[in-house]
């Protein structure tokens, strides 16, 4: 037994000597001089934008993975002493957070005029570097495009009840109700989640919606668009029974949601993060956009989107201040219908 | 043992229990910041009923599945004349090796339809019941013989005798388990969260995601906190106060098997359901996923973080979190089996609360601790591996009991007599008989933080990724493929570990 129990033992621990050696190239500890990036951005596109980034300017760079909200009260908190230098977002409200809380330094100039003025908010203390359309998914089988809704708004009526779903728990959906509440007032986006509560199916993410929707669970669901392209362009394991439906016309339906860059008041780094953003809004970081599969839209002037996409100009999006998305006036009204 | 060695022991319990109730203490002050009438409106509204139906249940339809399947297999496995007994023992300790969230993972990939309570349950019990099984199989396969025959031969009937001689020295081991089990479903986050099963737990890391630090993530947290205290005071009942040490083994002598007879193949069957479900299933499924990662070419469109690399944090972190639990479990569990007073009772217990709250409840704390009072080790590895420690340390507490159990102050005492000094008597006498239960321990805490979630997103130093984590951002967007290789290296790495606990539960009695 106790030959075993030894056998064991450097069994595992060669294992960890292994796995030491093999780490030994690269670094998992912070490192003070690289720019630090906290990012709820997705993984592949932050990873790119800083190996672009690395290449161009010898700068390095260390991400720090997370979600919207909880990324952007995580800088709150750690206030002035944020080891942040970067912020990136999915969707705008947590920055708007953040600025809120008066810990963002303004973007440079020249970096805020490579995006259109529609496109950043009016205070310069951060900027777009990317954008979604709300879309609404639809399994052909399991209803028919004449009976689809004309509007976001319709999806709260009794008849669509169990007939649709959303990550209603995530950053990317309560910026949609952001929006519908910036553009529709307290009351009409009240009794909307009223009827959201009682209709639909609640999955965990604008993946997990597709997929039930695909799979027959439930017959629409409400997304951003570059999900269903994304894997469109790939196996179709998840949005091959499926198609898309645009609401345009203004419609909350409509609604396109900024991804956000902002630069850190207290940044130990101020210099590079400023480069950085100046990076991604290059070319040559539009470009990551248009060809690594992201499917997310450019949003610097001039910039192209991936051509598998109708074009931003043709979503007929509802004109919102990105200042006036209150993610926590939603998270609020949220609770208040019982869904959070 | 000498007065001053005695308080300086009473010291460090103390000092751990405060160190293990320090984030519950945060937690607490957080969600009592609010005013009394919005802390009410808050936690009477229907949704949160909800949540404490849904998760009440859980716990209600795993932990009784747990201790069925558990004790059932454990005695068929050593006291009966079933066939391959020295296989089944391993296979069915063996599922400890692959983490739930793996395990639901596997199941929700062949079967997409299973969510809701069915799949919740089944993952759990699959994945947890070895905690029931393994201590009751430990002690049922060295059990003496003797009160058996006594009782019957004293009149009673075959069920009555071991009713009433056996059951009671399973209680300690079986309610331990089911202890385990009770509070891991209480933290449970990633099957439940893949099975779309709503808990305290995915309520409080969806308050979390929407607005990180608030009173209304805490206020659950108290409330999951009450209703882990619940369980530890039914687990106190169920106990009993049988004592399982025996000093000399006399002449002690094994039982008969019982012979199965015509039910030997509804038992075998039985068995292989459930390693098919707790193991084959997930293991196999792995391992097709994997297949398919090492056989597609590298099309990639997410760049993940190095295998090797992540291994390596998760193995160095794991490794730091169970030497630091168990050196930290130890002046609780040693006052606690030298003397079983109701303080001590309590020093030990408090460590148990804060293992039954989500892993991030306890990273939020730390990072509001260390935010504001100590700067210099936020985001630092240390802290993520105190944040471990003070989640199993439970499972090293446990463990560490039994071993001293095991090592009863008799023979101690008795080295004293015949002239060895405390130190001496300690190494020479009790720290060889307590040995593998410390092993076991550490294995145990070992294996709960390489594949600890949502406290390791939120603690891990910048730049730091584990196999659970990569695994997690990989899962989270169905990419199957792309998770394997973390999936395997989890199970892969658990796996000695998990051979080493078999083999010391073996020698522990």
Same mark, same amino acid.
């Given at each position: 037994?106790?030959?075993?129990?030894?056998?064991?033992?450097?069994?595992?621990?060669?294992?960890?000597?292994?796995?030491?050696?093999?780490?030994?190239?690269?670094?998992?500890?912070?490192?003070?001089?690289?720019?630090?990036?906290?990012?709820?951005?997705?993984?592949?596109?932050?990873?790119?934008?800083?190996?672009?980034?690395?290449?161009?300017?010898?700068?390095?760079?260390?991400?720090?993975?997370?979600?919207?909200?909880?990324?952007?009260?995580?800088?709150?908190?750690?206030?002035?002493?944020?080891?942040?230098?970067?912020?990136?977002?999915?969707?705008?409200?947590?920055?708007?957070?953040?600025?809120?809380?008066?810990?963002?330094?303004?973007?440079?100039?020249?970096?805020?005029?490579?995006?259109?003025?529609?496109?950043?908010?009016?205070?310069?203390?951060?900027?777009?570097?990317?954008?979604?359309?709300?879309?609404?998914?639809?399994?052909?089988?399991?209803?028919?495009?004449?009976?689809?809704?004309?509007?976001?708004?319709?999806?709260?009526?009794?008849?669509?009840?169990?007939?649709?779903?959303?990550?209603?728990?995530?950053?990317?959906?309560?910026?949609?109700?952001?929006?519908?509440?910036?553009?529709?007032?307290?009351?009409?986006?009240?009794?909307?989640?009223?009827?959201?509560?009682?209709?639909?199916?609640?999955?965990?993410?604008?993946?997990?919606?597709?997929?039930?929707?695909?799979?027959?669970?439930?017959?629409?669901?409400?997304?951003?668009?570059?999900?269903?392209?994304?894997?469109?362009?790939?196996?179709?394991?998840?949005?091959?029974?499926?198609?898309?439906?645009?609401?345009?016309?203004?419609?909350?339906?409509?609604?396109?949601?900024?991804?956000?860059?902002?630069?850190?008041?207290?940044?130990?780094?101020?210099?590079?993060?400023?480069?950085?953003?100046?990076?991604?809004?290059?070319?040559?970081?539009?470009?990551?956009?248009?060809?690594?599969?992201?499917?997310?839209?450019?949003?610097?002037?001039?910039?192209?989107?991936?051509?598998?996409?109708?074009?931003?100009?043709?979503?007929?999006?509802?004109?919102?201040?990105?200042?006036?998305?209150?993610?926590?006036?939603?998270?609020?009204?949220?609770?208040?219908?019982?869904?959070? | 043992?000498?007065?001053?060695?005695?308080?300086?022991?009473?010291?460090?319990?103390?000092?751990?229990?405060?160190?293990?109730?320090?984030?519950?203490?945060?937690?607490?002050?957080?969600?009592?910041?609010?005013?009394?009438?919005?802390?009410?409106?808050?936690?009477?509204?229907?949704?949160?009923?909800?949540?404490?139906?849904?998760?009440?249940?859980?716990?209600?339809?795993?932990?009784?599945?747990?201790?069925?399947?558990?004790?059932?297999?454990?005695?068929?496995?050593?006291?009966?004349?079933?066939?391959?007994?020295?296989?089944?023992?391993?296979? !069915?300790?063996?599922?400890?090796?692959?983490?739930?969230?793996?395990?639901?993972?596997?199941?929700?990939?062949?079967?997409?339809?299973?969510?809701?309570?069915?799949?919740?349950?089944?993952?759990?019990?699959?994945?947890?019941?070895?905690?029931?099984?393994?201590?009751?199989?430990?002690?049922?396969?060295?059990?003496?013989?003797?009160?058996?025959?006594?009782?019957?031969? !004293?009149?009673?009937?075959?069920?009555?005798?071991?009713?009433?001689?056996?059951?009671?020295?399973?209680?300690?081991?079986?309610?331990?388990?089911?202890?385990?089990?009770?509070?891991?479903?209480?933290?449970?986050?990633?099957?439940?969260?893949?099975?779309?099963?709503?808990?305290?737990?995915?309520?409080?890391?969806?308050?979390?995601?929407?607005?990180?630090?608030?009173?209304?993530?805490?206020?659950?947290?108290?409330?999951?906190?009450?209703?882990?205290?619940?369980?530890?005071?039914?687990?106190?009942?169920?106990?009993?106060?049988?004592?399982?040490?025996?000093?000399?083994?006399?002449?002690?002598?094994?039982?008969?098997?019982?012979?199965?007879?015509?039910?030997?193949?509804?038992?075998?069957?039985?068995?292989?359901?459930?390693?098919?479900?707790?193991?084959?299933?997930?293991?196999?499924?792995?391992?097709?996923?994997?297949?398919?990662?090492?056989?597609?070419?590298?099309?990639?469109?997410?760049?993940?973080?190095?295998?090797?690399?992540?291994?390596?944090?998760?193995?160095? !972190?794991?490794?730091?979190?169970?030497?630091?639990?168990?050196?930290?479990?130890?002046?609780?569990?040693?006052?606690?089996?030298?003397?079983?007073?109701?303080?001590?009772?309590?020093?030990?217990?408090?460590?148990?609360?804060?293992?039954?709250?989500?892993?991030?409840?306890?990273? !939020?704390?730390?990072?509001?601790?260390?935010?504001?009072?100590?700067?210099?080790?936020?985001?630092?590895?240390?802290?993520?591996?105190?944040?471990?420690?003070?989640?199993?340390?439970?499972?090293?507490?446990?463990?560490?009991?039994?071993?001293?159990?095991?090592?009863?102050?008799?023979?101690?005492?008795?080295?004293?007599?015949?002239?060895?000094?405390?130190?001496?008597?300690?190494?020479?006498?009790?720290?060889?008989?307590?040995?593998?239960?410390?092993?076991?321990?550490?294995?145990?805490?070992?294996?709960?933080?390489?594949?600890?979630?949502?406290?390791?997103?939120?603690?891990?130093?910048?730049?730091?990724?584990?196999?659970?984590?990569?695994?997690?951002?990989?899962?989270?967007?169905?990419?199957?493929?792309?998770?394997?290789?973390?999936?395997?290296?989890?199970?892969?790495?658990?796996?000695?570990?998990?051979?080493?606990?078999?083999?010391?539960?073996?020698?522990?009695?």
């Amino acid at each position: 037994m106790r030959r075993r129990t030894l056998i064991t033992t450097a069994l595992t621990s060669s294992v960890l000597a292994l796995s030491a050696c093999g780490g030994a190239g690269e670094s998992y500890s912070p490192d003070p001089d690289a720019l630090q990036i906290y990012s709820s951005q997705h993984d592949n596109l932050t990873q790119a934008w800083a190996e672009g980034f690395e290449e161009q300017s010898g700068i390095a760079t260390q991400i720090r993975p997370g979600e919207d909200a909880s990324m952007g009260h995580m800088i709150v908190e750690e206030g002035a002493e944020s080891p942040a230098d970067v912020f990136l977002t999915e969707n705008s409200p947590a920055m708007t957070l953040v600025e809120q809380n008066d810990l963002l330094a303004p973007v440079d100039d020249s970096t805020l005029e490579l995006v259109p003025k529609d496109r950043r908010p009016s205070s310069g203390n951060w900027t777009s570097v990317a954008a979604r359309s709300t879309v609404l998914v639809y399994n052909p089988d399991e209803i028919a495009e004449s009976e689809l809704p004309e509007s976001l708004m319709d999806l709260q009526k009794p008849e669509y009840q169990g007939m649709w779903g959303a990550g209603a728990t995530q950053a990317d959906f309560q910026a949609i109700v952001a929006g519908m509440l910036a553009d529709q007032g307290e009351e009409k986006t009240a009794a909307w989640l009223e009827g959201l509560q009682e209709n639909a199916e609640i999955y965990k993410h604008n993946v997990a919606t597709m997929n039930a929707v695909n799979a027959g669970e439930v017959p629409m669901g409400v997304i951003y668009h570059y999900y269903w392209y994304r894997d469109q362009a790939e196996t179709q394991e998840g949005s091959g029974n499926t198609k898309l439906h645009y609401f345009r016309n203004g419609d909350p339906g409509a609604f396109v949601s900024l991804s956000a860059a902002g630069v850190l008041k207290n940044a130990e780094h101020p210099k590079k993060a400023q480069e950085f953003l100046a990076y991604i809004l290059s070319d040559e970081g539009q470009k990551v956009l248009e060809t690594s599969g992201s499917k997310e839209y450019s949003v610097a002037k001039g910039a192209t989107s991936d051509p598998d996409l109708p074009t931003l100009e043709s979503l007929e999006a509802p004109a919102i201040d990105p200042v006036d998305l209150d993610s926590e006036k939603v998270t609020q009204m949220m609770t208040d219908a019982g869904i959070l | 043992m000498p007065a001053s060695s005695k308080q300086l022991v009473t010291a460090a319990a103390i000092l751990v229990a405060a160190v293990t109730l320090l984030p519950i203490a945060v937690v607490a002050a957080d969600g009592m910041a609010a005013s009394p009438r919005a802390v009410l409106d808050y936690l009477l509204r229907p949704h949160i009923g909800e949540l404490l139906g849904n998760t009440v249940v859980l716990v209600l339809v795993t932990v009784p599945a747990c201790l069925v399947l558990g004790v059932g297999a454990a005695w068929l496995v050593e006291r009966t004349d079933l066939a391959f007994a020295g296989v089944w023992r391993v296979a !069915l300790g063996a599922p400890l090796a692959v983490p739930a969230f793996v395990a639901s993972y596997a199941w929700i990939s062949i079967w997409p339809g299973l969510d809701g309570l069915g799949g919740a349950a089944l993952v759990t019990t699959a994945a947890y019941f070895p905690f029931v099984y393994l201590p009751v199989a430990a002690i049922l396969r060295d059990l003496d013989a003797s009160p058996v025959e006594d009782a019957r031969a !004293l009149g009673a009937t075959p069920f009555a005798a071991w009713w009433r001689t056996v059951l009671p020295r399973l209680r300690p081991a079986a309610s331990g388990g089911a202890l385990l089990v009770a509070l891991h479903l209480l933290a449970e986050f990633g099957v439940l969260e893949m099975m779309r099963y709503q808990t305290f737990t995915t309520a409080i890391l969806v308050q979390y995601e929407v607005s990180f630090n608030s009173h209304r993530g805490s206020l659950l947290a108290l409330v999951l906190t009450l209703l882990c205290l619940t369980v530890l005071t039914f687990e106190h009942l169920l106990r009993g106060t049988a004592r399982t040490s025996r000093v000399g083994r006399g002449v002690h002598r094994r039982a008969d098997p019982v012979r199965l007879g015509r039910w030997s193949p509804i038992a075998t069957t039985a068995l292989g359901l459930v390693v098919v479900i707790a193991l084959v299933v997930p293991v196999t499924t792995v391992g097709r996923w994997l297949l398919a990662h090492l056989t597609t070419p590298d099309t990639d469109a997410f760049p993940r973080p190095s295998l090797l690399l992540t291994t390596g944090s998760s193995v160095s !972190l794991a490794l730091a979190a169970a030497a630091l639990a168990t050196a930290m479990a130890f002046p609780g569990a040693w006052l606690l089996s030298r003397r079983r007073t109701g303080w001590t009772m309590l020093l030990e217990r408090a460590t148990y609360v804060a293992s039954s709250l989500p892993g991030a409840v306890i990273g !939020l704390a730390m990072i509001t601790l260390t935010v504001s009072y100590l700067p210099g080790i936020y985001q630092s590895p240390f802290i993520l591996v105190l944040g471990y420690t003070i989640l199993f340390i439970p499972r090293a507490m446990i463990s560490l009991r039994a071993g001293l159990a095991a090592a009863p102050p008799e023979l101690g005492e008795a080295a004293r007599s015949l002239g060895t000094g405390p130190v001496g008597a300690f190494r020479r006498v009790v720290l060889p008989l307590m040995l593998p239960s410390v092993l076991t321990g550490a294995a145990l805490v070992a294996i709960a933080a390489a594949t600890e979630l949502t406290a390791t997103l939120l603690l891990a130093p910048t730049g730091t990724s584990t196999l659970a984590t990569a695994f997690w951002a990989a899962s989270d967007e169905f990419d199957y493929v792309g998770a394997a290789p973390y999936a395997a290296m989890m199970i892969l790495l658990s796996a000695p570990l998990t051979v080493l606990m078999l083999r010391q539960s073996g020698i522990e009695q």
